[in-house]
């Protein structure tokens, strides 16, 4: 085996960079932080792609990542299906020939994001909006039914929170759900071991150190303030800040591990 063959195996490899964002949208007050703004968030697409990158879903990051072709993709996620996706994101996503991953609330559809109780309020999208995303090609999980932290909810909770919201995207969408992202970030053991048993491929959090893995995928917020030289830092970073996962890929042998990679 030739020398550089043979160090591109011995040498570590950077761990999957996913980005995390929620609503696309002009607002005066953002005390979350959660809101990008459609100009900023155009030029954010355009950094990827003038750097040869390309955004895709976390389902076809997986994926590509299994079959070795990873190269050069980013996952998108956007958290709490707000209903800008469809009337911001989505244009420009497909413009670049893009794709993401919308975790949406499947028992708050057509409400608004409630749980934040200091920040405006924005309405999320309906089951017509969940449609429109997923016949765009846009890969469609869970964010639980009503946005509560999995690590404070009793076993029934979490139950309902992790197998129900999968089946009640399911009947929205006619599709196979493989991803789940954790309110808040928030992850334990407890937390990931319910989402395996509902049957999904994949868990995304925010920052879940020792617990990274394929049911606690880490990502890099993405906001209003993140500019090019920004973006730059945080992709450099990233491989400093993460560690890789041992168990990137899904368990083999369930109908979930199936779903994730097709």
């Known amino acids: 085996m030739p020398a550089p063959a043979v160090l591109r195996r011995l040498l570590p490899k ?22 990008v703004s459609p100009v900023r968030f155009a030029r954010q697409l ?84 969940v449609r429109r995303a997923a016949e765009a090609g846009m890969e469609i999980g869970s964010h639980g039914l009503r946005h509560v932290s999995l690590t404070e909810t009793d076993d029934e909770g979490l139950a309902a929170e992790t197998r129900r919201s999968r089946e009640l995207i399911e009947e929205i969408t006619g599709d196979p759900v493989a991803g789940f992202c954790y309110p808040y970030g928030t992850v334990d053991a407890r937390a990931m071991r319910a989402v395996r048993k509902a049957g999904y491929a994949y868990g995304c959090a925010i920052d879940p150190g020792p617990l990274s893995g394929t049911y606690a995928l880490p990502r890099v917020h993405i906001g209003e303030e993140d500019t090019s030289w920004r973006l730059t830092a945080k992709r450099v970073l990233h491989p400093l800040r993460r560690r890789r996962p041992a168990d990137l890929l899904p368990a083999q042998g369930g109908p979930a591990d199936r779903a994730v990679l097709s």
């Open 46 to 129: 355009h950094w990827l792609r003038d750097r040869g990158l390309r955004g895709v879903s976390v389902r076809e990051l997986l994926a590509a990542t299994a079959a070795g072709r990873a190269r050069g993709l980013v996952g998108l996620t956007f958290d709490d299906g707000y209903a800008d996706f469809v009337e911001s994101a989505l244009p420009l996503l497909r413009r670049h020939g893009f794709t993401a991953t919308v975790y949406v609330l499947p028992e708050r559809l057509g409400g608004d994001n409630a749980w934040d109780a200091h920040g405006p309020r924005k309405p999320l999208l309906d089951e017509d909006g």
């Open 14 to 35: 950077p761990p999957l960079w996913v980005a995390m964002y929620h609503s696309i949208a002009d607002v005066p007050d953002d005390p979350y932080k959660v809101t």
